[in-house]
């Protein structure tokens, strides 16, 4: 999470460079996400369209004509356009008062829209629920439906009615996920070199041949600062699965961890004035599926639901890398749509969690898990469990980057080194871009070095990614 210095703000100058970094509560404040998203308990935060809204209207994305990047930086604010009023059929709209019943999400297999909504109706009337949202994933080519359970009945065995249901191809509670970050013990006095993770991973070499030019990442997370300096022309579309409340969205912009996710990524290659991104040329998906749930909070939440229909959108707009610097449950829905992404060969990188049980979508196989390491003091970080066969490393400490209005702070979390490793990925797409996932990992552990485990873990080591190296390789020479 964000550095805590209250009421600091550091000016810095290295080597001709001018940096302020920002305090947490210069980063903005929340926006107008319904109240029952910011306040529901974990497995709840509706907020949607109605039934059969296409996914470009849910999303309100932006598609700038001519080069996306160019156009991107000098859109208006009202590329962010509200979503479509949901159809008179879709029932009450989403966003429930507190202390409404938990909520379920089924899917229907491929069907005509007139059958999805007979069936929707008879499931409705036989176990008693009530529709908040439905919409196709195009994707899956299926319909997926949220309903507010009843109150009286244990959701566990609603679950079970529902999964046994022949009409109903998947059942499983709206499930909480959480952005990736961590308390940063002591940042020092600022004598560390601003961007240390580029030293360990060898960047500036790697950046002689690749900076992912034209490779698109889809970061689903909060909304992205598009407006700061290090962003300008490096977001190519918009997506705003979150504050679909049918007004402007006024807090996209101002949301602190996608934005710094995106700096990590993307930061603007010789810009007059801030830091370099793993990627600098990449095209960035800035997929809004997480929101702060207090004003000018760095951590973010998210749900099932708003990450299942930005993952269908990344898929169907052509992305080719997802990034999730965020971690929870296994959850079925978006399992179904990781693994539809890993066979349309998108790379998919994801945080480390806090222990295995909340380790998801890093567990799932063929994703790219990736735990922090501490590059200025050696070892690992921040994982405080054995962790999953194939987990890669990256620094994950003290990681310098963007923050709203146009200021920058130090940021501590598996997140940032998700977003490094999806960095890296790109640089390689760029030169290989037929490589399939299952390359890519091979690839980082066989140019990766090996680092400990931190003091008082289970012994081992783990494999942490050297972009000049996995580069190099992939062309065929060494990293000098």
Same mark, same amino acid.
């Given at each position: %999470?964000?550095?805590?210095?209250?009421?600091? $703000?550091?000016?810095?100058?290295?080597?001709?460079?001018?940096?302020?970094?920002?305090?947490?509560?210069?980063?903005?404040?929340?926006?107008?996400?319904? /109240?029952?998203?910011?306040?529901?308990?974990?497995?709840?935060?509706?907020?949607?369209?109605?039934? #059969?809204?296409?996914?470009?209207?849910?999303?309100?994305?932006?598609?700038?004509?001519?080069?996306?990047?160019? !156009?991107?930086?000098? /859109?208006?604010?009202?590329?962010?356009? !509200?979503?479509?009023?949901?159809?008179? !059929?879709?029932?009450?709209?989403?966003?429930?008062?507190?202390?409404?019943?938990?909520?379920? %999400?089924?899917?229907?297999?491929?069907?005509?829209?007139?059958?999805?909504?007979?069936?929707?109706?008879?499931?409705?009337?036989?176990?008693?629920?009530?529709?908040?949202?439905?919409?196709? &994933?195009?994707?899956?080519?299926?319909?997926?439906?949220?309903?507010?359970?009843p109150a009286d009945r244990p959701i566990e065995a609603l679950l079970r009615r529902l999964a046994s249901d022949p009409r109903v191809e998947l059942a499983q509670p709206v499930q909480r996920f959480v952005t990736q970050d961590a308390n940063v013990a002591n940042v020092g006095s600022l004598q560390v070199p601003l961007q240390h993770s580029a030293?360990?991973?060898?960047?500036?070499? /790697?950046?002689?041949?690749?900076?992912?030019?034209?490779?698109?990442?889809?970061?689903?997370?909060?909304?992205?600062?598009?407006?700061?300096?290090?962003?300008?022309?490096?977001?190519?579309?918009?997506?705003?699965?979150?504050?679909?409340?049918?007004?402007?969205?006024?807090?996209?912009?101002?949301?602190?961890?996608?934005?710094?996710?995106?700096?990590? $990524?993307?930061?603007?290659?010789?810009?007059?004035?801030?830091?370099?991104?793993?990627?600098? +040329?990449?095209?960035?998906?800035?997929?809004?599926?997480?929101?702060? @749930?207090?004003?000018?909070?760095? =951590? =973010?939440?998210?749900?099932?639901?708003?990450?299942?229909?930005?993952?269908?959108?990344?898929?169907?707009?052509?992305?080719? $890398?997802?990034?999730?610097?965020?971690?929870?449950?296994?959850?079925? %829905?978006?399992?179904?749509?990781?693994?539809?992404?890993?066979?349309?060969?998108?790379?998919?990188?994801?945080?480390?969690?806090?222990?295995?049980?909340?380790?998801?979508?890093?567990?799932?196989?063929?994703?790219?898990?990736?735990?922090?390491?501490?590059?200025?003091?050696?070892?690992?970080?921040?994982?405080?469990?054995?962790? =999953?066969?194939?987990?890669? /490393? =990256?620094?994950?400490?003290?990681?310098?980057?963007?923050?709203?209005?146009?200021?920058?702070?130090?940021?501590?979390?598996?997140?940032?080194?998700?977003? +490094?490793?999806?960095?890296?990925?790109?640089?390689?797409?760029?030169?290989?871009?037929? &490589?399939?996932?299952?390359?890519?990992?091979?690839?980082?552990?066989?140019?990766?070095?090996?680092?400990?485990?931190?003091?008082? @873990?289970?012994?081992?080591?783990? #494999?942490?990614?050297?972009?000049?190296?996995?580069? !190099?390789?992939?062309?065929?020479?060494?990293?000098?």
């Open positions: %999470m964000v550095c805590p210095r209250p009421g600091a $703000i550091a000016w810095i100058a290295p080597a001709g460079l001018l940096l302020c970094l920002a305090c947490s509560g210069a980063a903005g404040t929340a926006g107008s996400v319904p /109240a029952s998203l910011a306040a529901t308990s974990a497995g709840s935060g509706i907020g949607a369209a109605g039934a #059969d809204a296409p996914a470009a209207a849910l999303a309100a994305p932006t598609e700038p004509a001519g080069d996306p990047a160019a !156009a991107a930086a000098t /859109a208006p604010r009202t590329a962010l356009p !509200a979503p479509a009023p949901p159809r008179a !059929a879709a029932g009450p709209a989403p966003g429930l008062p507190q202390g409404s019943s938990a909520q379920v %999400m089924i899917t229907l297999a491929p069907a005509p829209p007139p059958i999805w909504d007979q069936i929707t109706l008879d499931l409705e009337r036989t176990y008693r629920l009530r529709t908040l949202a439905a919409w196709s &994933m195009e994707s899956l080519g299926e319909r997926c439906i949220v309903f507010e359970a030293q360990a991973l060898r960047l500036t070499q /790697a950046h002689r041949w690749a900076t992912g030019k034209g490779v698109r990442i889809a970061i689903i997370d909060t909304g992205v600062d598009f407006d700061h300096p290090e962003l300008r022309g490096r977001i190519a579309r918009t997506g705003n699965f979150v504050e679909l409340d049918g007004r402007g969205d006024s807090s996209f912009s101002t949301d602190i961890h996608g934005t710094a996710v995106a700096g990590v $990524i993307a930061a603007a290659l010789n810009a007059h004035i801030g830091l370099v991104g793993v990627a600098p +040329q990449a095209q960035v998906f800035a997929l809004k599926a997480c929101w702060q @749930e207090r004003p000018g909070a760095a =951590a =973010a939440v998210c749900d099932s639901y708003t990450l299942s229909k930005a993952i269908d959108f990344a898929i169907t707009h052509g992305a080719q $890398i997802l990034n999730f610097s965020l971690a929870g449950p296994p959850d079925p %829905m978006i399992a179904k749509l990781v693994a539809v992404a890993l066979g349309r060969g998108i790379v998919v990188v994801a945080a480390d969690g806090p222990d295995a049980a909340r380790s998801f979508p890093a567990t799932q196989p063929g994703v790219m898990g990736v735990a922090g390491s501490d590059d200025l003091q050696g070892g690992l970080r921040f994982p405080t469990r054995r962790l =999953a066969a194939g987990t890669l /490393a =990256a620094p994950g400490v003290d990681i310098l980057t963007t923050v709203p209005h146009g200021h920058y702070d130090f940021f501590s979390g598996a997140s940032f080194a998700a977003a +490094q490793v999806s960095g890296v990925v790109a640089l390689l797409l760029e030169r290989e871009p037929k &490589m399939t996932p299952l390359q890519v990992a091979a690839l980082f552990h066989r140019t990766a070095h090996a680092i400990p485990a931190a003091p008082g @873990e289970p012994p081992g080591s783990i #494999d942490q990614i050297d972009a000049c190296a996995a580069l !190099a390789a992939s062309l065929g020479g060494g990293c000098t």
